[in-house]
């Protein structure tokens, strides 16, 4: 949190708390004592902070003090998730013993408030805000420095930072921790469900990302009306479904061609489609009416097509159609990553332009009033529009273009419908290369276990 993003610490604490705040930098009130979903607040002090600090209004009217910059960093800011499965009291508690263990234990000071707001769409949507000091506090607790000068060989210094706070590693723990602690307890209550601090792409999870709803679309499909973002989410998570059953059937393939390897690779193995045939001969001699029989023999003439159609007729064969199935699914991937990023830079500049839109006008009649005064009261009633405006003006440098923006970003969801279709054909080819597979197991294990499962896959698998 920082200045020079127009952020006031003691407008951020207020809200964050639900209280009324005087800042004594800006002379002026923030007010939220009538916002709702408030339950419980606290502030949670190291053994050397003055205890003076317990008071919100305090604490943070220092922390501003402190900082003289007008571009200077004021404080950490937490947004973390609880959990539905945990009760009130439980989440509290679970909140306070991550805090003191992870942060107070490093003379960090926390504020946390927890949140739980009426349901939108009968989602309930329980968390917790965390605002810390940047600046520590030293051993007699007065503020200390963020950073302190290493001197080099020439001369010349390289600032560094007094603690590892503000560091990737540091959030990484924390993260973790986090984790670790509510799945403690969700095995202490007998529950299976688990959470991971990793990212989906760090746990190898292939998961295109959603559009955000908001409350009212929510609200809007709770109460069975469709919206448009509603559908496009229930379009993109159908779709993520296909592309992990895709990724797991081809390393499922793999591995099942590494075992079959060491069985056929020897000096007068049969081919493919020796196996497939001598699949079908096993099960029509066992057959007992004609319409199994002609199942199974367009079973065995849908997968021998295919292994001439591709000219497939030996493991390495097999295997160099996998990597290729491979690679065409990770361009897909690869072109939606990049689309999605580009969908996400449109949809945030569209909202700063809508921003902008807005408080625009605010400043206009701040620009009309000349006495200074009535200059300075008005900034101070209208601080939250002015701040916002002048964020969007500063992601807003290369002027405001929403028709092209707009028009962009409806090309870009139609070229990801194009891309997700090409997800369907692969699907269906590992629909054969299955039946593949199942036709040679059940050649390998011969006719006398015909009455078992296959030896690597089950039909069901299929």
């Given at each position: 949190?920082?200045?020079?993003?127009?952020?006031?610490?003691?407008e951020s604490?207020?809200y964050?708390?639900?209280?009324?705040?005087?800042?004594?930098?800006?002379?002026?009130?923030?007010?939220?004592?009538?916002?709702?979903?408030?339950v419980y607040?606290?502030?949670?002090?190291?053994?050397h902070?003055?205890?003076?600090?317990?008071?919100?209004?305090?604490?943070?009217n220092?922390?501003?003090a402190?900082?003289?910059?007008?571009?200077a960093?004021?404080?950490?800011?937490f947004?973390?998730?609880?959990?539905?499965e945990?009760?009130?009291?439980?989440?509290?508690?679970?909140?306070?013993?991550?805090?003191?263990?992870?942060?107070?234990s490093?003379?960090?000071?926390?504020d946390f408030?927890?949140?739980?707001?009426d349901?939108?769409?009968g989602?309930?949507?329980?968390?917790?805000?965390?605002?810390?000091?940047?600046?520590?506090l030293?051993p007699?607790?007065?503020?200390g420095?963020?950073?302190?000068?290493v001197?080099?060989?020439?001369g010349k210094?390289d600032?560094?930072?007094t603690?590892?706070?503000g560091?990737?590693?540091a959030?990484?723990?924390w993260?973790?921790?986090w984790?670790e602690?509510?799945?403690?307890?969700?095995?202490?209550?007998?529950l299976?469900?688990?959470?991971?601090h990793r990212?989906?792409?760090?746990q190898?999870?292939?998961?295109a990302p959603t559009?955000?709803?908001?409350?009212?679309?929510r609200?809007m499909e709770?109460?069975?009306?469709?919206?448009?973002?509603?559908?496009?989410?229930?379009?993109?998570?159908?779709?993520?479904?296909?592309?992990?059953a895709?990724?797991?059937?081809?390393?499922?393939?793999?591995?099942?061609l590494?075992?079959?390897?060491a069985?056929?690779?020897?000096?007068q193995s049969?081919t493919?489609?020796?196996?497939?045939?001598?699949?079908?001969?096993?099960?029509?001699a066992?057959?007992w009416?004609?319409?199994?029989?002609?199942s199974?023999?367009k079973?065995?003439?849908?997968?021998?097509?295919?292994?001439?159609?591709n000219?497939?007729?030996?493991?390495?064969?097999?295997q160099a159609r996998l990597?290729?199935?491979r690679?065409?699914?990770?361009?897909v991937?690869?072109?939606?990553d990049?689309?999605?990023?580009?969908m996400?830079?449109?949809?945030?500049?569209?909202?700063y332009?809508e921003q902008?839109?807005?408080t625009n006008?605010?400043?206009d009649?701040?620009?009309d009033?000349?006495?200074?005064s009535?200059?300075?009261?008005?900034k101070?009633?209208?601080?939250?529009e002015?701040r916002?405006?002048?964020?969007?003006r500063?992601k807003?440098?290369?002027?405001?273009?929403t028709?092209e923006?707009q028009?962009?970003l409806?090309?870009?969801?139609?070229d990801?419908?194009?891309?997700y279709?090409?997800?369907?054909?692969?699907?269906?080819e590992?629909?054969t290369?299955?039946?593949?597979?199942?036709?040679?197991?059940?050649a390998?294990?011969?006719?006398?276990?015909?009455?078992?499962?296959?030896?690597?896959?089950?039909?069901?698998?299929?």
């Amino acid at each position: 949190m920082k200045r020079s993003a127009g952020q006031s610490v003691i407008e951020s604490a207020a809200y964050r708390a639900g209280e009324r705040l005087y800042s004594e930098r800006y002379g002026e009130y923030s007010d939220y004592t009538r916002k709702g979903g408030v339950v419980y607040t606290e502030i949670l002090l190291p053994p050397h902070a003055p205890r003076e600090y317990a008071d919100r209004q305090t604490l943070w009217n220092a922390v501003e003090a402190a900082e003289r910059g007008k571009n200077a960093q004021l404080a950490y800011s937490f947004d973390i998730a609880l959990q539905n499965e945990f009760t009130l009291e439980e989440n509290i508690a679970l909140a306070r013993r991550f805090l003191l263990d992870n942060f107070v234990s490093r003379g960090m000071i926390a504020d946390f408030a927890v949140h739980r707001p009426d349901k939108a769409g009968g989602i309930e949507n329980p968390h917790f805000h965390v605002l810390c000091p940047i600046r520590p506090l030293n051993p007699d607790g007065i503020w200390g420095a963020k950073q302190r000068r290493v001197y080099r060989e020439d001369g010349k210094f390289d600032a560094v930072p007094t603690t590892d706070w503000g560091k990737p590693e540091a959030l990484e723990v924390w993260r973790k921790a986090w984790a670790e602690l509510c799945n403690a307890k969700f095995k202490d209550k007998g529950l299976e469900c688990r959470i991971d601090h990793r990212s989906y792409e760090r746990q190898g999870i292939d998961q295109a990302p959603t559009v955000h709803e908001g409350v009212a679309v929510r609200q809007m499909e709770a109460k069975g009306m469709t919206t448009d973002k509603g559908e496009r989410n229930r379009w993109i998570r159908s779709a993520n479904v296909m592309l992990r059953a895709l990724r797991e059937k081809i390393k499922a393939l793999t591995g099942w061609l590494e075992e079959l390897r060491a069985e056929l690779d020897k000096p007068q193995s049969p081919t493919l489609t020796e196996l497939l045939s001598d699949y079908c001969e096993a099960r029509n001699a066992g057959a007992w009416s004609s319409k199994a029989k002609v199942s199974n023999l367009k079973r065995f003439a849908a997968a021998a097509a295919y292994l001439q159609e591709n000219d497939l007729h030996t493991l390495d064969d097999l295997q160099a159609r996998l990597d290729l199935l491979r690679k065409r699914l990770s361009d897909v991937k690869s072109n939606l990553d990049a689309k999605h990023g580009r969908m996400k830079e449109l949809r945030d500049l569209l909202r700063y332009a809508e921003q902008y839109k807005r408080t625009n006008p605010v400043h206009d009649q701040l620009r009309d009033i000349k006495w200074k005064s009535k200059r300075e009261q008005f900034k101070a009633e209208h601080e939250s529009e002015l701040r916002q405006l002048y964020l969007a003006r500063r992601k807003l440098t290369d002027g405001i273009h929403t028709t092209e923006w707009q028009r962009e970003l409806d090309a870009l969801e139609q070229d990801c419908e194009a891309e997700y279709a090409k997800y369907k054909p692969l699907r269906d080819e590992m629909k054969t290369l299955l039946d593949v597979k199942y036709c040679v197991d059940q050649a390998l294990s011969g006719e006398e276990d015909k009455s078992r499962e296959p030896r690597l896959f089950t039909e069901k698998t299929i």
